[in-house]
């Protein structure tokens, strides 16, 4: 996600747009989908084969743990175990309630910036 939100925010840059103001928060997928449901919020992201009952969902890309252990990876506090097989990655789905189209602004943005960008790149 930050990834996706440093992109969005260079693009509204590059075409001379205010930076959309978004917030960030991180929370199951039940409560996100319900905050979603209630009109708490335009857009979250979810976990899962498809969307909530109740709210349209677009593609989402895979996001890998190893982004969360990226620093103690570098600084060789962990080490990276490359297991045959084993595919431990998520893919987040991007949801909202009402229209087929996600809402116009920064939410729409966000989930094209999301999809042309696809999952983030692996921390060296």
Known sequence: MPAWLVA???EYAQAGRQPAEITLVAANSEAVAGTVAEHGVDLGFVEGPSAPRGLRSGAGPAVLSLLA??????????????????????????????????PSG????LVAVAIRL????EPA
């Open 106 to 109: 920064p939410a729409r943005d």
């Open 8 to 10: 969005l925010r260079a």
């Open 69 to 102: 252990v990226h620093e103690n990876v570098a600084a060789s506090l962990l080490a990276v175990v490359p297991v045959p097989g084993l595919e431990l990655g998520r893919r987040l789905r991007a949801v909202w309630a009402g229209a087929a189209q996600p």
């Open 118 to 121: 696809g999952a983030p790149p």
